[in-house]
């Protein structure tokens, strides 16, 4: 129902734009988080934005460098990540649900497969 889109290769510093899109439900509806899981490691919550896009929350290693966003006409959630550095390297996902905001994995049940990001040094 979710698909991850925009992952790639680049270097330190540069910037990536991500895409959460919809097939077969709306997003309008729900609140939308992006997570990412590195190598090795748990996976961990980088943003979250409302169903109306008015608020959003990002993971203290993130914020100022990326910005979550929506386009509901569109059914798309965004992550615009700049300035990326090679520790922002990891599967990203985004991932549904029903009223609220939240960060934690387990308050969202639906999931989308993930896109690979890679940044260089």
């Known amino acids: 129902q979710l698909q991850a889109s925009g992952g790639g290769l680049v270097q330190a510093g540069d910037s990536l734009r991500l895409s959460c899109a919809a097939s077969?439900?709306?997003?309008?509806?729900?609140?939308v988080a992006w997570f990412r899981q590195a190598a090795g490691k748990e996976r961990e919550f980088v943003a979250t934005i409302t169903w109306s896009g008015g608020s959003t929350y990002y993971a203290d290693s993130v914020k100022g460098r990326f910005t979550i966003s929506r386009d509901n006409a569109k059914n798309t959630v965004y992550l615009q990540m700049n300035s990326l550095e090679p520790d922002d390297s990891a599967v990203y996902y985004c991932?549904?649900?029903?009223?609220?905001?939240?960060?934690?994995?387990?308050?969202?049940?639906?999931w989308g497969r993930g896109t690979q990001v890679t940044v260089s040094s």
């Open positions: 991932a549904g649900k029903y009223n609220t905001m939240k960060t934690i994995i387990t308050d969202y049940p639906y």
């Open positions: 077969g439900r709306t997003l309008g509806s729900w609140s």
